[in-house]
């Protein structure tokens, strides 16, 4: 949830760890701050609460010189946004530490600490890290053996990087739970929670997995520790998206440039992963095909939007594979007694890869696999590298590139396809006429898409009729239930206006109740076998004055009226219908939010990965 950099340069880092930081915002934004040690030999900090850029202000005033430093953007767990609670936090002045997570034995911890006497300055358990560290420098005069005994003590999930003014050119990164990578420079190595923060100075990296503790140094380079205590060897990645998905290049926002790009990140996703009029069911790895042909239900389980994406499979899985299918969000999924019949597939689909919940349900599934009925784990993942892929058996990537807004938008589309290309392998009837169509569907996708954002300026249009309002609901039926949830959500997210969706059948079970002039209803309703009793369920609308906003294809029989707007989505193959559906409701929350005024890429409160539980 909060972001990491950290630089061990042979020049001043002040400017890599700042571009760092703005890099990796998108994962907390409440305050920032930067730690360097100077050349004299001694910690300088600036932190400052808000954004990133209150922090550039600071700096610009009070610059850090020096050749190593650590930096962070926090979201505040333990303590209020606030300057006290702002990483770097310092022990005896001679230590400073960034920490992303939980400690969750901070309490007694602490209370030995204060027993010890020493005294807090901030709230966040992060601090209690920061003294225990600098209590073991004292007796092992070794960073990192500093580092290895207070983790030792510590439960709960980290990242961390920590250095020291007695170690001056040396600085010590470990993760549990929560990400950490290495960038490999020539003759400087650096540390964050992303690759992304790093691409301004390197395109290797060293993706440290669960457990492991690292050391940069200028005379032994980087040391990687495993979580047994042994020496590890960890490969160099080279990175694989360029550094234009870091810029919002000529769109006003990166919600908008990735809701552009889904049309080229979906033909990457279905690169490679399609021969002729069939799916390669080997694009999930090696096993792949032994594995699915045994699977007789599929369990998924995500979070937030990737839980819709589920949402949407468990439809296709019923209906064109005939697997038993159910789909949950992790949080529950992770503390609830699971029966697990036999022949089960567990699907994980996250974007990031690194949500803790998602990754919590993972283990539990794992650790139960010998005496349930699991045949395997799979990922649908968009970030190569990530704990889901490295601990599920097999793994399909997204290729959505990077995602910067925190709305997620390309990350949603491709998971959709990715879970397509499952149900289609998973098909006891591989081959058939079926499966040829929905492969020449699927090719003609990115077309599809670029007609739906062509609806972009009737869209902005119509968003002014939402500004002004405080609650607005949305239906759908079948696989556009899901889309409406997920078109709510993105109204939610971003634009503060309270959206609620309901499969349509329920309209009068409760929810028309609030409908009336001031409750804009949006319904997304494709061409399907549905349509009928969607009509319906819009009459009950209307009959209640309510006003309607349909997003129908062309050949739908809907006429506008007075409180009645209909807008033509392009038509395409039903089963991809919620792919393309998308679109026009990614696109109406971000009018809406701009017409607003929030802060789109940002929204308060949130954070593109939940890191925490
Ligand atoms: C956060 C993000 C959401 C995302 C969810 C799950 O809440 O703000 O956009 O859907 O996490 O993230 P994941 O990376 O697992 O897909």
Redo the contacts with the bound molecule.
């Keep these: 949830m909060c972001g990491i950099v950290a630089a061990l340069a042979a020049r001043n880092v002040q400017g890599i760890l700042l571009e760092g930081l703005k890099r990796l915002e998108y994962r907390g934004y409440d305050s920032a701050g930067m730690a360097v040690l100077n050349e004299a030999g001694a910690l300088t900090r600036q932190r400052a609460k808000g954004k990133v850029a209150a922090l550039e202000e600071k700096l610009v005033h009070g610059a850090l010189t020096g050749r190593i430093g650590i930096a962070h953007t926090r979201w505040a767990t333990h303590g209020k946004p606030s300057e006290v609670n702002a990483h770097p936090h310092l022990a005896r002045e001679r230590l400073a530490i960034v920490h992303n997570g939980i400690i969750e034995n901070f309490e007694p911890l602490k209370r030995e600490l204060e027993g010890d006497g020493v005294v807090f300055e901030s709230e966040t358990d992060t601090e209690v890290v920061a003294h225990l560290i600098a209590r073991a420098f004292v007796e092992t005069d070794d960073l990192l053996a500093a580092v290895q005994t207070t983790l030792d003590r510590i439960d709960g999930a980290y990242a961390l990087a920590v250095m020291h003014a007695d170690a001056p050119r040396e600085i010590v990164g470990a993760r549990k739970g929560s990400p950490l990578v290495v960038g490999v420079g020539i003759d400087e190595n650096f540390l964050a929670s992303d690759a992304l923060a790093l691409l301004q100075v390197t395109d290797r990296f060293i993706y440290l997995q669960e457990g492991d503790v690292v050391r940069l140094s200028d005379n032994r380079g980087i040391e990687i520790v495993a979580a047994d205590g042994s020496p590890a060897e960890r490969p160099v990645h080279a990175f694989e998206h360029g550094d234009s998905a870091a810029s919002r290049g000529e769109y006003r926002h990166f919600m908008l440039k990735e809701i552009h790009e889904q049309p080229a990140v979906i033909a990457a996703t279905l690169e490679g992963r399609l021969s002729g009029s069939h799916v390669l069911e080997s694009s999930f790895g090696v096993g792949a095909r032994g594995l699915f042909e045994r699977v007789a239900q599929v369990h998924i389980v995500?979070?937030?939007?990737?839980?819709h994406a589920g949402m949407v499979a468990r439809y296709w899985l019923e209906k064109l594979a005939g697997l038993p299918t159910t789909v949950e969000v992790a949080s529950e999924y992770r503390y609830r007694e699971v029966v697990v019949p036999a022949d089960t597939l567990f699907v994980t689909?996250?974007?990031?890869?690194?949500?803790a919940d998602?990754l919590a349900a993972l283990r539990y599934a794992k650790s139960r696999a010998k005496t349930s009925g699991y045949l395997g784990a799979l990922a649908i993942c968009?970030v190569p590298g990530s704990s889901l892929t490295r601990e599920s058996d097999l793994a399909l990537m997204t290729q959505a590139g990077p995602e910067i807004g925190?709305?997620?938008t390309k990350?949603?589309t491709t998971q959709l396809v990715a879970l397509m290309l499952l149900t289609l392998s998973l098909r006891k009837s591989r081959g058939d006429e079926r499966e040829t169509t929905l492969v020449q569907a699927l090719r003609g996708l990115p077309t599809v898409l670029d007609s739906a954002l062509a609806m972009d300026g009737p869209i902005a249009e119509l968003s002014e009729a939402f500004a002004e309002k405080h609650h607005a609901l949305f239906l759908g039926r079948g696989t556009q239930f899901p889309i409406a949830l997920e078109g709510a959500l993105k109204l939610k997210?971003i634009s503060y206006i309270h959206a609620e969706a309901y499969p349509a059948g329920e309209l009068k079970h409760g929810p028309l109740a609030l409908v009336d002039a001031d409750m804009p209803v949006v319904a997304v309703a494709p061409n399907d076998e549905l349509l009928e009793k969607l009509k319906s369920n819009l009459q009950e609308v209307r009959a209640r004055g309510g006003e309607l906003f349909v997003f129908a294809d062309e050949g739908v029989a809907l006429t506008a009226a007075d409180n009645l707007r209909v807008l033509h989505v392009p038509a395409v193959d039903e089963f991809l219908a919620p792919i393309v559906y998308t679109i026009p409701l990614q696109l109406l929350s971000y009018h809406v939010a701009v017409l607003k005024g929030t802060d789109v890429d940002q929204p308060r409160n949130?954070?593109?990965?939940?890191t925490v539980e």
């Design positions: 995500a979070c937030g939007t990737s839980y689909l996250s974007q990031s890869g690194e949500t998602t968009n925190v709305a997620s990350a949603f997210e949130l954070a593109k990965s939940v």
